[in-house]
């Protein structure tokens, strides 16, 4: 259920200016708020792969040490730390959108699919939401305030903009989301090494966008975004073919069958 959470101003106000630390989980712990997850999302810009959105629940009663947002992270920093937050966190899930979800659906909706994934694996009953940015990712269109949450049975929702800079839980869920992109990224490398995915993650750079120009697309790009249009090949099909092997399946043209994966460790 929804927690009677303190307002965001005074909350925001409070985070400025420090390292991650759980502040913000703490004002909702004490104002009600039973468990308060962390979330935060990697892809959204990507023109390639999944959307990733992490979801972690923080331990109040064990530290954790160098946990930064994931962008000030080297990648062995990050994958030291994302084995040793899954060690530390009361519970750490993952949720994606496919390729397919997040060009038939939108990124708005495929993002808010992603985080609700990754909300539902973590197995508890998540009373707050903390999430990174200005825009609430978690709510549908039409809902108006938290009363509608709560309604709802949904969790409650605070923004906090730069909220990987000052939340333990939402910058734990940035190097978790992170990771568990880029590995999945970097194995779709070796299935289309033209694209040198294991660089650039499925994000336009000058190698990437001189591949699409002479290969055109693969079945992971998200063939219906705009950056199709600038494509000098011809006749390239927006509609994805089925695949005609086995295929990891979050490259899949069909959804993720599970909501997350989740767990502890």
Not at 79 to 99: F, K, M, N, P, Y
Request: proline share 6%; with cysteine; glycine share 8%.
């Amino acid at each position: 259920m929804a927690s009677t959470a303190p307002t965001a101003a005074p909350l925001r106000r409070a985070l400025r200016g420090r390292a991650p630390g759980l502040r913000a989980e703490r004002a909702l712990w004490d104002s009600g708020a039973g468990v308060v997850a962390g979330v935060d999302e990697v892809g959204r810009g990507s023109w390639a792969g999944p959307l990733t959105v992490a979801a972690v629940v923080a331990d109040p009663d064990r530290r954790i040490y160098k946990v930064r947002d994931s962008k000030m992270l080297t990648a062995a920093e990050r994958e030291t730390l994302h084995d040793r937050i899954r060690a530390w966190a009361q519970a750490v899930s993952v949720g994606h959108a496919t390729v397919t979800e997040c060009t038939e659906l939108g990124m708005a909706d495929a993002q808010r699919l992603a985080a609700r994934r990754a909300i539902d694996g973590l197995g508890l009953d998540v009373d707050h939401v903390l999430v990174d940015g200005k825009w609430d990712f978690l709510a549908s269109p039409g809902d108006s305030d938290e009363d509608d949450a709560e309604r709802d049975g949904r969790p409650g929702v605070t923004t906090i903009v730069r909220g990987d800079a000052s939340s333990l839980s939402i910058a734990s869920a940035s190097v978790v989301a992170k990771v568990t992109r880029d590995r999945l990224m970097v194995a779709a490398a070796e299935r289309y090494p033209a694209y040198w995915f294991a660089s650039n993650k499925g994000y336009p750079c000058p190698r990437h966008i001189a591949a699409l120009a002479a290969w055109g697309p693969c079945a992971i790009h998200r063939r219906r975004w705009v950056f199709m249009d600038d494509l000098r090949w011809s006749g390239v099909p927006r509609v994805l073919p089925e695949p005609q092997d086995a295929h990891p399946q979050l490259f899949d043209t069909t959804p993720v069958a599970a909501a997350a994966t989740g767990g502890r460790r």
